[in-house]
């Protein structure tokens, strides 16, 4: 059966404009362009100021270009954290960030809360220098509410704030202000093959890499934030970056503000209530995440049971491609990813095929 629609989470759906923007990159030559040339400084400016517009950056807000999130991680503890890191760990996303903390010899420290669940309660004053939240855990669905991540601001103002947007932007309308550096991946929700991670930071997180490169801390070679920053002032990039990857972000998030970030949210969560609606009203099957304040409007977890591989059976007959449970819940979960990518019409046919699933 030909796919229809790939609601796996990542490597997700490709966005409907991708394919014509490739043909036009190999029309143009860009995968071969210099990194050093003024048509790939071009390309990065024009990048720059279209993902500002979008996500509403704050002027102070750098944007820098890593091989994906995953490399992100790394990079946030080097450049920013000395000692200590603290860590708000709800799945296995953000369960990998605090080990990648203790890998590079810090000082680690959790909030953690079983699989599934928000964080309950008010956040606490914590001693570390950074603390970092996942805003969208993608192996559980638990979306973190912004007022009570502005909430953990509060508590914490003198520490920074890292937030793993991976799986959530552009969705969120995100307070930066009351954060330090946010950072995604372009395989979920800007539709295209992976191999690009972007990493927006702020004045605070430049002057503590300067701060712990003087106290003579290693915090990485050609990827550390002075080296960013000093290629980042000219639109380049320290090595030879993504330069197709790139390029193709670019039309996207062009794409994106055509058709409207206020249009992309409202769509975002009419596809999510569709979803939620089938989830909850089904005698077989149901949402994972119970608590309706946490739960993902980008990555809507189902709880299947025993009924997990023939219900993704079932939905590949028509086309739907579910994604997998991750880790220790694959066997009992299916995974739908809600992107732009994901058209209203698609969202429907699932959710009308969930209903119709009879065991």
């Not at 609601?7 to 923007?21: A, C, K, N």
């Not at 994106?256 to 969560?269: N, P, S, V």
Request: hydrophobic share 40%; with cysteine.
């Amino acid at each position: 059966m030909k796919t229809v629609a790939n609601f796996s989470p990542g490597p997700s759906q490709i966005y409907l404009t991708v394919e014509d923007h490739v043909r036009s990159a190999f029309r143009e030559g860009i995968p071969s362009i210099s990194h050093r040339s003024k048509q790939f400084e071009g390309l990065v400016a024009e990048l720059k100021a279209g993902l500002k517009e979008l996500m509403q950056l704050p002027d102070e807000y750098s944007i820098y270009f890593t091989a994906s999130a995953t490399e992100t991680w790394e990079r946030v503890i080097q450049n920013l954290v000395a000692q200590r890191s603290h860590h708000y760990v709800n799945g296995a996303f953000s369960s990998r960030f605090a080990e990648i903390s203790r890998q590079l010899g810090k000082v680690v420290t959790e909030t953690r809360v079983p699989l599934g669940q928000g964080f309950a309660g008010s956040p606490a004053t914590e001693t570390a220098e950074l603390i970092a939240l996942t805003h969208n855990e993608t192996s559980t669905g638990v979306m973190m509410p912004v007022d009570w991540m502005q909430q953990v601001r509060q508590a914490n103002p003198g520490a920074l704030l890292s937030v793993d947007a991976v799986s959530s932007l552009p969705y969120p309308a995100l307070p930066y202000a009351a954060f330090d550096n946010v950072f995604f991946s372009v395989q979920k929700g800007f539709g295209l093959p992976a191999g690009l991670g972007v990493w927006m930071v702020n004045d605070r997180c430049h002057e503590r890499a300067e701060q712990l490169l003087k106290e003579g801390h290693a915090i990485g070679t050609y990827h550390n934030l002075p080296t960013y920053r000093q290629n980042g002032v000219k639109n380049q990039t320290p090595e030879t970056p993504n330069v197709l990857g790139i390029y193709l972000l670019g039309k996207v998030v062009k794409d994106f503000l055509a058709r409207g970030i206020k249009t992309l949210r409202q769509e975002t969560d009419y596809k999510a209530a569709v979803l939620y609606q089938a989830l909850d009203q089904h005698p077989l099957i149901s949402s994972f995440v119970q608590e309706s304040g946490w739960r993902s409007k980008t990555v809507i977890v189902a709880e299947t049971g025993e009924h997990t591989r023939k219900l993704a059976v079932y939905l590949a007959e028509t086309g739907l491609i579910a994604g997998d449970g991750y880790g220790e819940l694959k066997k009992t979960q299916l995974r739908f990813a809600n992107f732009p990518a994901h058209s209203r019409e698609q969202v429907e046919m699932l959710a009308d095929r969930l209903m119709a699933f009879a065991g």
